[in-house]
């Protein structure tokens, strides 16, 4: 997908309803392009799947974005035992 994705991934999005995804990989960094994309796509993600946060704690756009959004949702931010990054969200 080309473009912008304040303007691609909602596009996509509308156009696929049927879109329903298992593995969420964010890496914009930026906050507005990481709200997009949790705004756009969170509530697609399946029960059991993941949103993995490339730079979750080590960008602060990135970081700032996925606490903001996150902030009324009971879900834990994990981390991999060997690295501080990327941090992931497991839905239930």
Known sequence: MQGD???????????HLELKISLL??????YEPTMTVL?????RVVSG????????GTVPGETRAIDDFLR?????????????????????
């Open 49 to 56: 799947g993941i949103i993995m946060m490339d730079d979750y």
């Open 5 to 15: 994705i304040k303007t691609t991934l909602p596009k996509y999005v509308e156009e």
């Open 25 to 30: 990989h964010i890496d914009v960094d930026v």
């Open 72 to 92: 009324d949702k009971n879900l834990l931010i994990e981390k991999l035992p060997i690295s501080h990054i990327p941090a992931y969200i497991r839905i239930p």
């Open 39 to 43: 705004e756009n796509c969170f509530d």
